[in-house]
């Protein structure tokens, strides 16, 4: 029997989160606090008056792409499937639109017409306590640089986090990584993709959001090992291979600043797991230091120039 857990979220500074986030992130996290962000006016958005975006849709005039254990909660929430078929593009991973979506789209926000989210309501996104990385890591408003690069590493460590994730979820329920690309390359390739769950998608997404909630920390530990042997042999990763064993206290200044990146796309990103984690979490510190030295005030002002 689904739980209803899955739908309940967390607060995290700021942040609103969905719980089933909560067993992907290490707990040494949550001890640092997020800094605060300046209110947005949502309501009477300032993008809409400048006439950059359209108050039928605001910034939310795209179809974001959904990992497998968000989408399963999504769909044991919604009581109008009708409104998920727009995610037309499903495999075991994730949920999204098709290329030619995002283009049609693309060019809808071009031509000033936009497409709104299926979840975009005049009270803001019926979906929020389920949004994925890329709405829960947009603000139009940061205080300053230092604050939007911290927010850039949100941006990837949650990338690397839904990847990761719904890679290792699919491999628990069986599915074969192999034949699913395979599948994903080929026209009619679904029994591939799908595998045991062809015709049971539905009962796929949902155990994956059963059992993100269950996340252990041993659990953790086989992502980190998932990915590093995933990533041995990416471009770069050599650079990077040894600097991964050391503690966050023995990195040099000149390493630290290394780490201090800011979004960086997935298929390109050569850290690991765990360093990614770190590296956030060097970041909130160091936003921290910065709060404490200069006060809260200061520091929402001190790289803004005003
Ligand atoms: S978050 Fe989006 S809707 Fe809200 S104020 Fe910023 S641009 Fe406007
Ligand atoms: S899921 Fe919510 S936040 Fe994301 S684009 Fe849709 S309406 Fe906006």
Avoid at 216 to 242: F, H, K, V
Wanted: aromatic share 10%.
């Amino acid at each position: 029997m689904p739980s209803d857990k899955a739908q309940e979220s967390f607060t995290w500074g700021p942040l609103q989160l969905s719980v089933l986030y909560r067993g992907f992130l290490e707990p040494a996290l949550f001890e640092r606090a997020f800094p605060p962000l300046p209110q947005v006016t949502c309501d009477s958005c300032p993008e809409v008056k400048k006439g950059r975006l359209a108050a039928s849709s605001k910034c939310c005039d795209v179809l974001p792409r959904f990992p497998n254990f968000l989408f399963g909660a999504l769909l044991e929430k919604e009581d109008k499937p009708e409104k998920l078929s727009v995610w037309s593009r499903r495999e075991p991973l994730s949920a999204g639109g098709t290329d030619e979506e995002h283009e049609a789209r693309l060019a809808a926000r071009q031509q000033k017409s936009p497409q709104p989210c299926p979840f975009f309501g005049k009270a803001g996104c019926k979906a929020y306590t389920l949004r994925p990385a890329p709405c829960i890591d947009y603000h139009c408003n940061y205080p300053n640089p230092l604050v939007r690069g911290l927010y850039a590493c949100l941006s990837s460590t949650l990338m690397m986090i839904e990847r990761e994730a719904s890679l290792y979820l699919a491999q628990q329920l069986g599915i074969d990584l192999t034949k699913m690309a395979q599948g994903m390359l080929k026209q009619g390739g679904e029994p591939l993709l799908w595998q045991k769950y062809l015709g049971k998608e539905r009962e796929f997404y949902r155990e994956c959001s059963q059992r993100a909630l269950s996340f252990s920390s041993d659990q953790l530990q086989e992502l980190e090992t998932q990915r590093s042997s995933r990533i041995m042999n990416r471009p770069g990763y050599s650079d990077y291979a040894e600097l991964h064993q050391k503690d966050s206290a023995e990195l040099s200044s000149q390493e630290q600043q290394l780490f201090m990146k800011g979004a960086v796309p997935e298929h390109l990103n050569p850290l690991g797991y765990m360093h990614q984690q770190r590296v956030l979490r060097n970041y909130l510190d160091k936003v921290e230091s910065y709060q404490g030295s200069w006060g809260l005030s200061k520091l929402m002002t001190i790289f803004s120039g005003s």
